[in-house]
Each structure stands twice: as structure tokens, then as C-alpha cells.
């Protein structure tokens, strides 16, 4: 047995674990620690603290919170554009650790393709800081 035989299982798993891990223990913190306490310990974002400017992570703390407390309309007012990619990006772990649906493979393509993921995210962080409506839905809160 050679070691990359060995390795091979954990390279392709470790990145769901790790996820897996993370999410395990962000949702500890979210049900117990509430953002929109005065004075809580989660961090704000930086960018708008500095710029007034929201970014495409505004709002992923207080989304996330809400997606803990069952609260899916809660966490679409702050982060519409996270609630809609957590699924697509659980596949893409699951595509990478060899959970394959041959079904799938196109729109695998386009998650895996960096340009896609900028453009969505360029473009999410210039429409949510529009200041008129429908733009404004985007805006956290």
C-alpha cells in the first residue's frame, strides 16, 4: 500500500469534516451568543464599519443566527444571497469528496468555474448597496 493510496481517502474527505466541524461549531455559538445583543462578542464587518459599504458577507452572522433559530424569513432579510448558496456549496463538498450524481455534472461545472463565484459576488455587493428599491431587499435588515 503506498502512502498516496492512504492518503487518497482523507485528502477527499477532510474538507467535508472540516465543514462539518465548522458548522458544528458555529451553530454551538449562534444558539447560545445572539449578534444583535449590545455589545456582543461576534464581530461586525469591517468593511462597512470603515465604509459604509456593504459587502456580500454583510449580514452572514445575523443570517446564520437565524438559520440556527429556525428562522428562514429572518435570515433572508440579512443574507438572501448565503441562504441561497448553502445547498450549492454542501454539494460542491460532496462533489469533492467523490459524491458524484452524474445529474449533477453540469451545473457541478459551472459552482467549480472562480469566475462564476466572482461575478456573482461582485456583482451581489454593487446591487445590494442600490439605493432604491428592489435593490434595498438585498441590504441586511
Do not use: E, K
Request: glycine letters at 8%; a positive charge.
Amino acid at each position: 500500500m503506498s502512502i498516496s493510496t492512504a492518503t487518497s481517502p482523507l485528502r477527499r474527505w477532510l474538507p467535508l469534516g472540516a465543514a462539518a466541524a465548522l458548522a458544528a461549531g458555529a451553530t454551538l455559538v449562534l444558539r447560545n451568543v445572539s449578534p444583535y445583543a449590545s455589545g456582543s462578542p461576534l464581530p461586525s464587518c469591517p468593511l462597512y464599519a470603515l465604509t459604509g459599504l456593504y459587502c456580500p458577507g454583510c449580514g452572514s452572522t445575523r443570517c446564520l443566527h437565524s438559520l440556527v433559530h429556525f428562522d428562514l424569513a429572518g435570515a433572508m432579510a440579512m443574507n438572501p444571497l448565503l441562504v441561497i448558496s448553502l445547498p450549492f456549496l454542501l454539494l460542491m463538498l460532496l462533489y469533492g469528496a467523490g459524491v458524484r450524481l452524474r445529474a449533477l455534472d453540469p451545473l457541478m461545472r459551472v459552482l467549480a468555474n472562480p469566475m462564476f463565484w466572482l461575478v456573482l459576488l461582485v456583482g451581489y455587493a454593487l446591487l445590494r448597496n442600490l439605493p432604491w428599491a428592489p435593490f434595498t431587499a438585498l441590504a441586511p435588515g
